[in-house]
Nanobody
């Protein structure tokens, strides 16, 4: 499976932004999917995940502000981000766990397939 994230940009604190991840080459509807981010000089951080049966999981730092969703007909993953903060500044990566019938798990996502990142910058 190949992944391509898009939608990043420069916004101000409190703004909203929506990321998309187009996938190809696999059976998207079978995969658990997720978003990770890496801040400048930082490590990979789990942001959100969505299972193949549409359960979701969020990092505490984004819970209530970010919403992950998927459109299986379009083979696309989304991340709707609101009330953005400067600490949300990072490269955002979509990831796929190509396992079949597995539970949503951030560690499995991290070990899965990664796409190229899209940069989100939150600054006044």
């Amino acid at each position: 499976v190949q992944l391509q994230a898009s939608g990043g940009g420069a916004v101000r604190p409190g703004d909203s932004l929506s990321l998309s991840c187009a996938t190809s080459g696999g059976t998207f509807s079978n995969y658990n999917m997720g978003w990770f981010r890496q801040a400048p000089g930082g490590h990979d951080e789990f942001v959100a995940g969505i299972s193949w049966y549409n359960t979701t999981l969020y990092a505490d730092s984004v819970k209530g502000r970010f919403t992950i969703s998927r459109d299986n007909a379009k083979n696309t993953l989304y991340l709707q981000m609101s009330t953005l903060k400067p600490e949300d500044t990072a490269d955002y990566y979509c990831v796929a766990d190509p396992g079949i019938d597995v539970e949503l798990n951030p560690n499995r996502l991290k070990a899965g397939v990664w796409g190229q990142g899209t940069l989100v910058t939150v600054s006044s």
